[in-house]
């Protein structure tokens, strides 16, 4: 079902979740390729971006066909957010999405990420410093609170309408939690019922009935997607299916999922270059393959590989005997 963030109208209401080191152009661009109404930068730092970093650049860069592309800003200056999330939509963001969930260590450290869900005043005076610095919608991702004793998503939430805000997204465990535990959906139904905001619900839909659960249980008008995806790109096309019709698609082919990788593998390479494409294409090789026969050998195999043109071969000679199995 469309989806609206301010002006900007999404072709459905699945998004993938900003996910450090995963979310890079080459990954958004193959999600996108199957169908999903929103994709996000990894986490960028506003003080890197505007010093203008090299990698940082890179990280924020959208192409067309990514279109509508949100770029995820973390920083605890509102004035360096501000101008960072001004230099974006410069540079043809269609949203900016502000950091208040990550629950890393160095970023909490830095009183940034879900460090600012103990701040209310200071994460409304960034919230409001980046909406009155761009015209594009500026939205909020956060989690239900610090920890168990201080879950004050839902008076967040209020704090972020009131900042001009146009979405947010929950996920639902405290930082305290980090990935322990699970997803509270019900209680991102109480962020909901805080206000007229559109809430997306995030945490732990990995199948079709996880996405249908967390929709009854949250009231949510979204879904976003995160480590469900790691390893199935097509899985947040395939969950906007299923909440349009119903219907649960089959995985696809092993031939697909080769024809997937190596298309994947080509673009890391084009992104970051030779060495680095492979390096940072290794894990996504281990979610791929996981679960499917000797896979644990063939990661090895391609772990250790140093030739970045021999990597592709390495892959087709472990699909074939098994797209050869399942055809006979």
């Not at 649960?248 to 298309?263: A, H």
Request: with cysteine; hydrophobic share 40%; aromatic share 8%.
């Amino acid at each position: 079902m469309p989806y609206k963030i301010g002006p900007v109208e999404l072709e459905n209401n699945v998004m993938l979740a900003p996910m450090a080191g995963v979310t890079d152009r080459p990954f958004r661009r193959l999600v996108r390729s199957f169908g999903v109404g929103l994709v996000v930068s990894e986490m960028i730092a506003s003080r890197a971006m505007i010093y203008a970093n090299k990698k940082t650049m890179r990280m924020s860069t959208a192409c067309a066909d990514e279109f509508p592309m949100s770029v995820q800003l973390a920083g605890t200056e509102p004035a360096v957010v501000a101008e960072a999330a001004k230099m974006n939509e410069d540079r043809g963001a269609a949203i900016i999405d502000l950091n208040m969930g990550c629950p890393a260590k160095k970023v909490v450290n830095g009183y940034s990420g879900s460090a600012l869900m103990k701040d209310e005043v200071l994460a409304g005076k960034i919230m409001e410093a980046a909406v009155n610095a761009v015209s594009t919608p500026v939205t909020l991702k956060m989690r239900t609170g610090w920890d168990a004793d201080n879950r004050n998503a839902p008076n967040m939430a209020r704090i972020a309408q009131e900042s001009g805000i146009q979405s947010i997204v929950v996920h639902g465990r405290t930082r305290q939690q980090m990935y322990k535990g699970h997803s509270d959906w019900a209680f991102i139904g109480e962020v909901k019922e805080a206000v007229s905001l559109p809430v997306t619900g995030n945490g732990d839909v990995n199948t079709y009935d996880d996405a249908a659960k967390m929709f009854e249980q949250s009231n949510a008008d979204g879904v976003m997607i995160g480590r469900g995806c790691y390893g199935k790109p097509w899985f947040a096309s395939h969950v906007a299916h299923f909440m349009k019709t119903g219907e649960r698609l089959v995985e696809p082919s092993l031939q697909v999922k080769l024809d997937t990788i190596l298309i994947h593998y080509d673009a890391m390479q084009s992104h970051y270059g030779k060495e680095l494409g492979m390096r940072n294409m290794r894990k996504h090789i281990g979610w791929y393959s996981k679960g499917l026969p000797d896979s644990a050998v063939f990661r090895s195999t391609v772990f250790l590989c140093n030739d970045p043109d021999l990597v592709p071969d390495l892959i087709k000679a472990f699909f074939a005997p098994l797209i050869e199995q399942k055809a006979a």
